[in-house]
């Protein structure tokens, strides 16, 4: 996941949130987090979350760190890191 850290929106938070829920979710090991520079698509006050998997790329724009709102957005790789797990067991 890349979450921009250029505007004024809480990043760190978004960071540390969206970290946590990976973490709840069983799939910290699977999914990073990274900071970004801007990606020039978010309203002021507003952090831009990038996901990329399976082949599918998602902006959501976010102006706050809600729980409920992080855990959709890990939500799209839980299909995708239960497989890997599965594949790195055998």
Avoid: H, W, Y
Wanted: charged fraction near 30%.
């Amino acid at each position: 996941m890349l979450v921009c850290r250029a505007c004024d929106g809480d990043a760190k938070g978004l960071r540390r949130g969206l970290k946590t829920a990976l973490a709840e979710a069983g799939l910290r090991k699977n999914v990073r987090v990274v900071a970004s520079g801007c990606l020039d698509v978010c309203p002021k006050r507003a952090n831009a979350v990038v996901t990329i998997g399976e082949g599918v790329l998602e902006c959501s724009i976010l102006r706050d760190a809600e729980p409920q709102t992080l855990r959709s957005i890990v939500s799209r790789f839980e299909n995708a890191g239960a497989g890997k797990n599965e594949r790195s067991a055998r």
